[in-house]
């Protein structure tokens, strides 16, 4: 979760979200199967043959039915107020995930799933996920407990999978720093179009104050969506790792306001260090693994991209979907249970 800045919020209702992933579901091939469909039928009503007409719509229909069975489970929605779970989910020790992102921006990441491809193509229709759920699926599969993550109070459509705690624009930031104090893993979505607001700079240097580097993997857009805002993320990504090597324009940073971010790094790192295809990265505080330090400083991280093979049959790339994000999420979660005592 992160805040808005003073004077543009706008209220997160979620219906955009909705219509952003029920378009990515259905897209054009759908619509157009589905008004092939209705100009048959004026066909059949008009006198023409029957069973080509049947033969589709049962075809259409099947597909309908798969989808809604495959995304029968985003619809268990569970929004409660935070002040209800913070203080029981923190003083019992639980193990869970939080998912930081910024007000208004829930289930505006929309992920191929990758499930039921086959079974959807008649119908045109592509079964999808949001980036929440991919990251609370990866995280349930990982330890069988939950993901949370903050929301703005007039929430009232949200993609299903974890749990939703609402927060005032007011009172957000004392349970969000306990909800950062106790978590197993901390995941910062990075949303299309979007420079990082000064809320989420609050939660980076609560983050750093409180010595949770090693717990955050931070995740961005798919880059191989169009409109999907992966360049910016990318570039803001960069912004967050410059300042991360040099927390000390955190330390001191006054209420409201964005730390003085060095270009110099920011290019580099985007230049030279996180291939055009990063989906996101995981910070380290011990050696092992593969990591892509910083030349001159202790900042260590591993990335996540795309791998680019290509189908035996049609020759085409694959595509970014949740099973791309998978390997860089779950060795996150699985090396933050190593490194606890």
């Known amino acids: 979760m992160s805040g808005t800045k003073p004077g543009s919020f706008?209220?997160?209702?979620?219906?955009?979200?909705?219509?952003?992933?029920?378009?990515?579901?259905?897209?054009?091939?759908?619509?157009?199967?589905?008004?092939?469909?209705?100009?048959?039928?004026?066909?059949v009503a008009d006198g023409g043959p029957v069973l080509l007409p049947l033969l589709l719509l049962t075809l259409?229909?099947?597909?309908?039915?798969?989808?809604?069975?495959?995304?029968?489970?985003?619809?268990?929605?569970?929004i409660k107020e935070i002040s209800e779970v913070v203080p029981d989910l923190v003083a019992s020790g639980a193990r869970y995930c939080l998912i930081l992102r910024p007000f208004g921006s829930a289930g505006h990441i929309i992920v191929r799933s990758g499930r039921g491809r086959r079974s959807l193509a008649l119908g045109g229709m592509t079964v999808t996920s949001t980036m929440e759920q991919v990251i609370s699926k990866a995280w349930s599969d990982a330890f069988a407990s939950e993901a949370y993550a903050?929301?703005?109070?007039?929430?009232?459509?949200?993609p299903g999978g974890l749990v939703y705690m609402r927060a005032a624009h007011t009172a957000w930031q004392e349970p969000v720093a306990r909800l950062i104090d106790a978590a197993h893993s901390?995941?910062?979505?990075?949303?299309?179009?979007?420079?990082?607001?000064?809320?989420?700079?609050?939660?980076?240097?609560?983050?750093?104050?409180?010595?949770?580097?090693?717990?955050?993997?931070?995740?961005?857009?798919?880059?191989?969506?169009?409109?999907?805002?992966?360049a910016q993320a990318k570039r803001e990504l960069c912004k967050l790792l410059a300042v991360v090597e040099d927390p000390l324009c955190l330390?001191?940073?006054?209420?409201?306001?964005?730390?003085?971010?060095?270009?110099?790094r920011v290019d580099y790192y985007e230049r030279k260090l996180l291939p055009a295809k990063t989906l996101g990265v995981h910070f380290f505080k011990?050696?092992?693994?593969?990591?892509?330090?910083?030349?001159?400083?202790?900042?260590?991280?591993?990335?996540?991209?795309?791998?680019?093979?290509r189908s035996l049959i049609l020759r085409r790339k694959s595509k970014v979907s949740?099973?791309?994000?998978?390997?860089?999420?779950?060795?996150?979660?699985?090396?933050d249970a190593e490194e606890l005592p």
């Open 251 to 264: 330390v001191h940073l006054a209420e409201g306001t964005d730390p003085v971010v060095n270009r110099e």
């Open 186 to 230: 901390i995941v910062l979505i990075l949303p299309p179009h979007q420079e990082i607001r000064t809320s989420t700079w609050w939660e980076v240097r609560k983050i750093m104050e409180l010595e949770r580097l090693e717990r955050l993997t931070v995740v961005l857009p798919p880059y191989d969506v169009k409109g999907s805002g992966h």
């Open 60 to 78: 259409f229909t099947v597909g309908v039915l798969r989808m809604v069975w495959l995304l029968r489970f985003t619809l268990r929605i569970r």
């Open 286 to 309: 011990h050696q092992g693994g593969v990591f892509r330090p910083r030349d001159d400083g202790p900042v260590l991280f591993s990335f996540a991209t795309g791998v680019d093979r």
């Open 10 to 43: 706008r209220g997160e209702t979620g219906a955009r979200a909705v219509v952003l992933r029920l378009w990515r579901n259905i897209g054009c091939l759908g619509l157009f199967n589905l008004a092939l469909l209705l100009f048959i039928a004026w066909l």
């Open 150 to 158: 903050v929301v703005d109070p007039g929430l009232a459509l949200a």
């Open 322 to 335: 949740e099973f791309t994000y998978r390997p860089l999420l779950l060795a996150a979660y699985r090396s």
